[in-house]
């Protein structure tokens, strides 16, 4: 029997790394997707029966390269739509160009993925996909309004995803996973001081991954890892929008 294959896209590093690794130990096959092919090469060679497939999600072309290897996957069990950026800045000052570009990857790499991958699973009657969001998904924030939207935006289609499974009584399963803050290089490349996030209320990629795939087996639909960010998005659900006001307030005056 051929092994069960897993794709994991953004796998070069952070999360999509620790997917692979965990995942290859559960005996799973790895096709990792990410730009940056010498990183990608490098850790499927570390690894059992894994394959590097570069790809620039945020074009159409890339994202076709990906559905192609999808479609001639029967043997794929997993998606692990990973791939992600941000950007920084006041919507209508940061660049148009980057914003499409982190939605291209959010939103539409992920619909054409999950759509690609879906429609295999569905007739073989397995299979599941997870679609890496975020706790700003639950809420917004001043300088991140496309990050938190486009996060928001996985949260709500993989629920309704969900809705269309069960009520086909499907046991392909769908997965949001929204960390917190997490130890990986995506702060840097963001430009983000790290110092300047208090040391609570950071997690470990190896944590965060964790309690994917235990929420993964049991069948959860949104995955907070943590306790702490599970109070947090608790509380977020029920926060007006004017305590949102006040909160930036505050902030932006600190900075002052």
Known sequence: MPRKLALITGASSGIGETFARKLAARGYALLLVARREDRLQRLAS???DAEALAADLSTSSGISKVENAIASSPGLELLVNNAGFGTL????QAP???QQQMLDVHITAIMRLTHAALRGMTERGRGAVISVSSVAGFNQSAGNVMYCSSKAWINSFTL???LELRGLNSPVRVQALCPGFTV???????GVNPNL???WLWMTADDVVEDSLRGLDRGDVIVVPGWKY?????GMRFLPMSALRRIQKLRRDRRV
Do not use: N, Q, S, Y
């Open 160 to 162: 309704g995803l969900d």
């Open 46 to 48: 570390e690894l059992p």
């Open 96 to 98: 148009l160009a980057g």
């Open 184 to 190: 990986t290089e995506f702060h840097d490349t963001l």
């Open 197 to 199: 996030i208090p040391r």
């Open 89 to 92: 800045g006041r919507f209508w």
């Open 230 to 234: 599970k109070a947090i998005v608790a």
